[in-house]
């Protein structure tokens, strides 16, 4: 490619994202990446360090085109990591049935307890704690139902990082709700914005207490059948 913003096109291509959903993962505007992508405006270092620290973009092709745009495949979304984490050179994450578990809490309340259905081997991840298959379509293009993510658990609210992607356990009327969302600040005290990237989902406020089980995506897989 010849300029920083047609690489920068390029990776969002062929991550499948549009303009609002790369911008969103930068923390920029619409406009603000439409004129990095037009060679208007100029990347900054900040968002240079996240696309290759959190959408696994090879440094090296990032400044000069040479190489492999990715450090892995790009199907394999480490971007929802966090990139100051030390990776592990391979590691057998365990895969659990929802089904088998009755649900997330107890999985994460008793996770040796529970006997994996598989595992899954991919080298120079950061360290997870397990891996379960995606329900509903609230983060799709990004992720669609049959999806795996790849999740380290949170022990406490206050370790959220605001706008990062998290599967949650939410009590809803007494009955458990899992779902995989953004996580951002409230206005409102005491609560969370749980962001979808689904356009067709609205954003929804809910309260702290509600949030029974929470963990940081750290990975996805994409699932393709074969008809």
């Not at 929802?80 to 049935?97: D, I, K, T, W």
């Not at 022990?155 to 706008?163: A, K, P, S």
Request: net charge neutral; aromatic share 6%.
């Amino acid at each position: 490619m010849n300029s920083m913003g047609d690489r920068v096109k390029l990776i969002r291509k062929s991550l499948g994202m549009t303009q609002e959903q790369l911008a969103q993962r930068l923390g920029v505007g619409k406009t603000a990446l439409s004129m990095i992508e037009t060679g208007k405006a100029r990347l900054s270092a900040r968002n240079r360090n996240l696309l290759v620290q959190e959408l696994n973009v090879n440094p090296d092709w990032l400044e000069s085109g040479k190489g492999e745009m990715f450090n892995a495949d790009p199907s394999l979304a480490a971007s929802f990591g966090r990139g100051a984490e030390m990776a592990m050179p391979l590691q057998s994450v365990p895969l659990y049935s929802m089904e088998a578990t009755a649900g997330l809490v107890p999985l994460f309340e008793q996770q040796s307890a529970h006997t994996p259905i598989n595992y899954i081997h991919i080298p120079n991840l950061p360290k997870c704690d397990g891996a379960v298959y995606v329900a509903g379509d609230s983060m799709y293009p990004l992720l669609k139902s049959g999806d795996i993510v790849l999740y380290k658990q949170l022990h406490d609210l206050e370790d959220i990082f605001w706008g990062d992607m998290y599967l949650l356990s939410i009590d809803m009327d007494g009955e458990e709700y899992i779902t995989v969302k953004y996580v951002q600040r409230s206005e409102r005290d005491g609560y969370v914005r749980l962001v979808s990237q689904n356009p067709h989902h609205a954003d929804k406020d809910i309260d702290m207490k509600r949030i029974r089980a929470i963990a940081l995506v750290k990975a996805s897989i994409r699932m393709n059948s074969m008809r």
